[in-house]
């Protein structure tokens, strides 16, 4: 189904220093939608997921619990992070840990270049560091700390001291892109999106950029420089090259410049290393830049960021166990606009659910297929003339396919599931409209119920295949009730209105159960 063009997108690499929580499980689901919509669009879609499993704060959680680094990373990536993608569905092409040969030779083949280009130099550095970010902090990184910290400076963040370090180390002439990097933000304005990230960006870069440090030699647990065996590389200077790694930098030629370019969706807090350092790393090797950066905001709950150092986590499958893996792909794509900052609440995740899912969508589906049922012996009519009702329909499910795809051009997956609802909701009014439970009553009204159920059946079938990246369980048996032909994720999506099916249905169980209690 490729038409040859590659859409090569990548989620952040997540730290293995504990379990995911729903935070990472939106940024999982959102890569994943857009790489199955790309994919059904006949791109060659890739989508990479992986885990960092280098850098101090891994070390520190290791010892902590009596294990190396290496077996708390394995235990952490077997039990959580694989399993996660199950959890809520992901189609990942590729998975990549940081621990893998593949990424620490080839990060390494990466790392003498720049050395061998004279981009890197050895200096000294103080400053505050915080371990949670691995990152050394700016003064104005830092907030005023509260109750135990109080009188303290604290990171922003993670909301904990930062520690003054004071090292001899190797560092990366960054400074020295800063006017590459703003001209990039000005040739092309879609680099880094929505448009506050990428103010942000621009902003902190006419600030002056001052050069990275990018190893360290108060503990060993990272790749070796390759040249000097007493320093590990900087966590994010490895985490960072995972996306060529795992794409064939230094050891595929023809894989890499398949693949590459990517699209990166981070979460904002992570924004300026992939938008600022990321790009710097790749000018000084000669290599083309990224695609796109796309920061997407910060999931909320009770006001405050996701986060599990300070226990505010929720288990993807504290939701998934109840509702289900599309409800959560649904809700998460739906009630947030992807790149800005959304509350989560079970009040709401339930509501949507029952009014939008299992009324909305679902209801219509099994209304459908049982009157086709019913009404025709579940053979598919062959209609004559249509209404101008019925051709309203017809040019709803090509409008809203066309407003889904320049949407998810956008990266606005709201939008577009937005846009896919107006057809369930004409569907469901032009049902109430034509009362084909009416119609067939009357032997002289077979004509107008035919035309009637084939275009509630058309409808129904464009919506499968539209909706198929987002909710793909239940489209799945959707399309199979509906006779389609194939794979629904065969269907081209840019095309769902043309959608192919054999000339019967088959009974539907319900897409949606109802769920009585809010769970929370």
Known sequence: MSDGSSFYITTPIFYVNDVPHIGHAYTEVAADVLARWHR??????????GTDEHGQKILRTATANGVTPKEWADRLVETAWKPLLKTVDIRNDDFIRTTDVRHEVNAQKFLQHLYDSGHIYTGEYEGFYCVGCEEYKQPSDLIDGVGEYAGQQVCAIHSIPCELLHEKNYFFRMSTFADHLLALYEENPN????????????????????????????FDWGIKVPWDDSHVVYVWFDALLNYITA???GHDDEKFSR????????????LRFHAVIWPAMLLAAGIEVPRQVFGHGWLLVG???????????????QITDTFGSDAFRYYFMRAISFGQDGSFSWEDLSARYQSELANGFGNLASRVIAMVVRYCDGEIPVAGDFSEADELIRGTEKRVTDAATLAIGHLAIHDAIAAMWELVDELNGYITAQEPWSLAKDPADRDRLEAV?????????????????????????????????????????????E????????PLEALFPRIEATVG
């Open 40 to 49: 059904q669009s006949g791109e060659d879609a890739w989508l990479l997921t």
């Open 191 to 218: 680099f880094v999106q929505p448009a506050s990230a990428r103010n942000e960006v621009i902003s902190f870069v006419k600030q002056g950029l001052s050069d990275l440090s990018i190893s360290r030699s108060s």
């Open 247 to 249: 794409a064939g930098y």
């Open 259 to 270: 693949l590459w370019p990517a699209t990166h969706v981070v979460g904002k807090d992570i």
């Open 303 to 317: 006001g405050e960021k996701m986060s599990k150092s300070k226990l505010t986590g929720i288990a993807p499958n």
């Open 453 to 497: 159920l084939v275009t509630a059946v058309r409808g129904l079938g464009t919506l499968a295949v539209l909706l198929s990246p987002v909710v793909p369980q239940a489209t799945a048996k959707l399309w199979t009730a509906l006779g389609g032909i194939g794979l629904v994720t065969d269907q081209r999506i840019d095309r769902a209105w």
């Open 499 to 506: 959608w192919t099916g054999g000339p019967r249905v088959s």
